[in-house]
């Protein structure tokens, strides 16, 4: 941990003793606190207004109990939360996430998060994260849809279309976002496609929103090769992950000519050094809800799958994490070092542990944080809400268009700030001085609410 000037200190000491046990969320408070010395030093109207003890305190956090019946007939008990970290953006907007390992620190370090990354697309949206400690993976379509609906019957009443939009996570796809959206019509009866994003095509959905997050992660990852006379063709890239966020990174390296020769789940990772085969990939993962080992069969040829191990330690130019949080230890770093991967861009959220990054920052490896980096989802939430506004749809081509200036404009703004505060190059830095000062700005406008 590094030292923080004293009244950086004081906030990041209210933090601990207000939000006991809350590891991940102090983690992720720490990773803004660490890069805020310069901008305050420059405007002690930030610390005048309290904007930072503002920021660490969420508006309102939810929890409540969610029953629903198994298969067998007996009832099952999850718990529930929905976090609403700012609103002076716009409505809360976040996902939701279904995972075993879910509780309050995790949903307010996501939403915490959240704050800055949307202010970094530049589009008019709150911060908020919710979801459940409840794990769908091996559970029928019917129990999910059980759960789904017992959750939004709960959640429903703090979300709407200018309050607080939801969307998918870890372990919420479409198919529970279909089910999330059905209870909501049944219970509200409005047809209001603007409350959650993720949806499918037919019934309000966005084009280019399912690969937006690895699509962007892709596109962001090309602009920082391009600013150093780089690119990715010919690259060799290791992906973690086979989910939503991984698949769609990985397609995208693909057609922008680098080589995606690993990727992962949590048993373990496959090694295909011709390149992954993403149709095999979605038939294994998405159509048939397999582990990664099944890849090795359906794609045939040399792929291989190593149990239990990191992915890390296959050898790349370029690692994109986009699995889960603190996924990359100091190990990890390492190999990655030893191997020469020359650039690090997270696609989950804080997937790198401190410790691993500091790995990274000393051997010279080029850094993108998930706020930045990943911020292609929301934004691409975000246009799906403006589309459910007007009632338009727009093409793919449209839509990833401007997903694409988006990315860029995060870019841009992540090498400015870090730039104008003594940090050239500096992404880290860059991406939370450009989201805090933009929310900042904003409390300060809005009064002390
Ligand atoms: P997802 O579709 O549920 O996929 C998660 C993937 O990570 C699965 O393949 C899972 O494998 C794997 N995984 C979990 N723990 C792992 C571990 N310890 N080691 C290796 N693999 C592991 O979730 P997602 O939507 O892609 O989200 C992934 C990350 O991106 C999360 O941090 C999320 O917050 C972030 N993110 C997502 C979006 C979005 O639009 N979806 C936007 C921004 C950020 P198993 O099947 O074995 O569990």
Redesign the pocket.
Known sequence: MSSLDPHLQDVYDRVLARNPGEDEFHQAVMEVLESLGPVLDQHPEYADGAVLERLCEPERQIMFRVPWTDDEGRVQVNRGYRVEFSSALGPYKG?L?F?PSVDLGIVKF?GFEQTF?NALTGLQMGAGKGGADFDP?GRSDAEVMRFCQSFMTELYRHIGEQTDVP???????QREIGYLFGQYKRITNRYESGVIT?KGLDWGGSEA??E???YGLVIFTAEMLKADGDSLEGKRVVV????????YAIEKVQQLGGTVVA???????VVDEKGIDVEVLKQV?QVRRE??EAYVDARGGDARFVADR??WEVPCDIALP????N?LDVDGARSLVENGCQLVAE?????TTPEAFDVLAEAGVRFAP?KAA?????A??GLEMQQNASFEAWTFHDTEQRLTEIMRGIHERCLTAAEDHGSPGDYVVGANIAGFVTVADTMLALGVV
């Open positions: 996902g996430r995972d996501l990354k993976k969307a998918g996570d870890i372990g919420v796809g993720g929103r399912t937006a997050t690895g973690s992950g086979s989910g939503n966020v991984a698949v990727c992962s789940d949590s048993s373990g990772y993962k582990r990664i990191p992915v986009c699995a889960t949080q996924e696609g989950a959220n804080m997937p998930g990943n911020a292609g989802g929301v691409t939430s």
